[in-house]
Each structure stands twice: as C-alpha cells, then as structure tokens.
C-alpha cells in the first residue's frame, strides 16, 4: 500500500527498521524493500522502543519532513500529498497525525483539508523534523515516550481534518487480520485496541485486501 499510493516526487529516501521481529517481517522485508521507486534502506536494530527508533533516525537526517508510518496500517491514495499541503501550508504546525477516527469521518475528495489542534497525537503522521531537532531529544527506552515528550514540550500539533481512510490492520474485523492481531496481543507484542464497528466500514472497506 505505501508503494502503490504513496507519490514518490515528494520523497528521496525510505528508512525501514525492524526491530527484532521474529514472525517473518525481516525476511519479508528484505525480499521486496528493493521495489521502492526511491532510495531505500533497512536497518537491523534491538532498541524495543518507537522512540528509540525515532530517535535513531533523528541522529543522522536532517530533512524538513519526515513522515513515521507504523506496520500495522494502510496508506490511502493521496495521503503524502494531503498532509503535505496541511503541514507546509501552516509554518506553526509541527505534528500532523492521521489515524482514522480522530476527527470526524471522511468526506468527498473535493474538500479542501486543513487541521483540527489536539492535546496528543499517535505516532503516525507527518513532521517537522525542527520539532525534534530544537528540543531534548525523545525517551530513548520506553514504549509511551512519544506522548510524553509531547505534553513536556507543549507542540503545536493536530488531526489531520477531514479524517484520511487510514485503516488499522489489527483492528479490521474481517480477513485474516484478526486473528493474526489476537496472535500478536497473546505474545505481548502489541496492545488490544478491540475491532471497528460495523458502521465505520468507510475507513477500511476500500481496501479489497482488508476483505
């Protein structure tokens, strides 16, 4: 889905990081990160933290935005080329977040998008890269260092608005992703965020390979 719908005039490098999975991503990983149309690289790390990782990250690139995707989401058409324009359009914005259901659902393609504030965002987004840069950096160990890094410091941040269609896989209740997700929550490798209701079918429903 990143490859498919992302538009790569607006990216020059991909950084992938597995952190120690043992469930066949690395392998995964390493047969088809060749097919980014931009340069790409894989790094092999044992932070165990997202913001270790971040931070790993931080400490060698130095670029305006840089956008943080999790594993366990589906990237919309359009969705680089939306947040961009919020994010560059709104020299005050730092963090722009998008993960479905934060804001209000999803309108016609035609609407004009802009931002709602928010007192926290997930880790999913598009960002200032300066955000991080001019501040102490994030937590290195511990698994909710992000939110609180984000209360300390006060950022100016918010929802992308109207919602991109910015599914969950873990959350989607139809496939082969539920019971996938109930795997992972009986090994500790994630937490239980429950499934969508029938009626925010919007959110994920475009997507055939969620059927």
């Known amino acids: 889905m990143m490859i498919a719908n992302t538009d790569w005039d607006l990216v020059r490098q991909v950084t992938v990081y597995d952190d120690g999975s043992e469930d066949g991503t690395l392998e995964f990983l390493r047969a088809h990160i060749g097919e980014c149309p931009v340069r790409a690289e894989l790094r092999e790390t044992d932070l165990r933290s997202p913001p270790a990782a971040m931070n790993h990250f931080l400490a060698e ?12 989401i589906l990237l919309p058409p359009l969705w680089l080329n939306r947040m961009h324009d919020v994010l560059s359009g709104n020299p005050n914005l730092e963090l722009l977040g998008m993960e479905a259901g934060q804001t209000r659902m999803p309108s016609d393609d035609g609407d004009e998008y802009g931002y709602e504030r928010a007192n ?9 890269t300066v955000a991080f840069t001019k501040r ?3 937590p290195y160990r511990g698994r909710y260092g992000f939110g609180d890094w984000q209360y300390r410091y006060n950022l100016n941040r918010g929802w992308i608005m109207p919602d991109l269609m910015v599914p969950q896989l873990d959350r989607v209740p139809t496939g082969d992703w539920p019971e996938t997700a109930q795997d992972y929550i009986e090994k500790g490798w994630q937490r239980d965020w429950g499934r969508y209701s029938p009626v925010s079918h919007e959110y994920w429903d475009w997507c055939v390979e969620c059927r």
């Open 61 to 72: 690139k130095r670029t305006e935005f840089f956008a943080k995707i999790d594993n366990d």
């Open 136 to 138: 102490a950096p994030l």
């Open 120 to 128: 926290h965002i997930g880790g999913v987004g598009l960002f200032r």
